[in-house]
């Protein structure tokens, strides 16, 4: 199982928008609407961002969201603050293996 | 409150088996719908997971890796070990354990340890 491809990096000003996309195949992401995000911070554990696609854990702020068009999924978030800089990672889940994404650098300009 | 922590070597020669063992509080792996799984991340690189164990004991592993780890758990003790064996100096990296909970975030990892370093080195 190959991991998910995603850019290695996005970058963006403050308040702007940006989208990382997380590209799979018919056996991973494009087969159920189980795919995750997470954001790590620099020698922290990642944090579940998005699951099932487009929902938001509790607690996890309205300004991320997820989508899915047939094999690629997306994070985007809006109105971006510093605090936004991270990495990302999206993960497919359905059933196993778990297989997670190359990773995405997220740059607040 | 829920809470995930990794103990195990910090240093392990080549060709050693490693074992960790992943102490969590704030829920049971006794539980319905709950599982508790292992990632690992080497220095500088993506995600990789290695393997999830749920609460009726159904046993779920990395296809490049089944070979090499096995997972167990221990509910009295609210603990999950995993051993992987003929450690190469390319499985350093830092592992995780996190939690499953399918009734609340479907297969997703819910909540995470801080992570413990492990390299593999004569």
């Known amino acids: 199982q190959s991991a998910l491809t995603q850019p290695a990096s996005v970058s963006g000003s403050p308040g702007q928008s940006i989208t990382i996309s997380c590209t799979g195949t018919?056996?991973?992401?494009?087969?159920?609407?189980?795919v995750s995000w997470y954001q790590q911070h620099p020698g922290k554990a990642p944090k579940l961002m998005i699951y099932e696609v487009s929902k938001r854990p509790s607690g996890v702020s309205n300004r991320f969201s997820g989508s899915k068009s047939g094999n690629t999924a997306s994070l985007t978030i809006s109105g971006l603050q510093a605090e936004d800089e991270a990495d990302y990672y999206c993960c497919s889940y359905a059933g196993s293996p778990y297989v997670f994404g190359t990773g995405t650098k997220v740059t607040v300009l | 409150q829920i809470t995930l922590k990794e103990s195990g070597p910090t240093l392990v020669k080549p060709t050693q088996t490693l074992t960790l063992t992943c102490t969590f509080s704030g829920f049971s792996l006794s539980t319905s719908g709950v599982g508790v799984g292992w990632i690992r991340q080497p220095p500088g690189k993506a995600l990789e997971w290695l393997a999830l164990?749920?609460?009726?004991?159904?046993?779920r592993y990395s296809p490049s890796l089944k070979s090499r780890l096995t997972i167990t758990k221990d509910t009295s003790k609210n603990q999950v070990v995993l051993t992987m064996t003929n450690m190469d100096p390319v499985d350093t990296a830092t592992y995780y354990c996190?939690?499953?909970?399918?009734?609340?975030?479907?297969?997703?990892?819910?909540?995470w340890g801080q992570g413990t370093l492990v390299t593999v080195s004569s």
């Open positions: 018919s056996s991973d992401v494009g087969s159920y609407n189980l």
């Open positions: 996190a939690r499953v909970y399918y009734y609340d975030s479907s297969g997703s990892f819910d909540y």
């Open positions: 164990i749920y609460w009726n004991d159904d046993k």
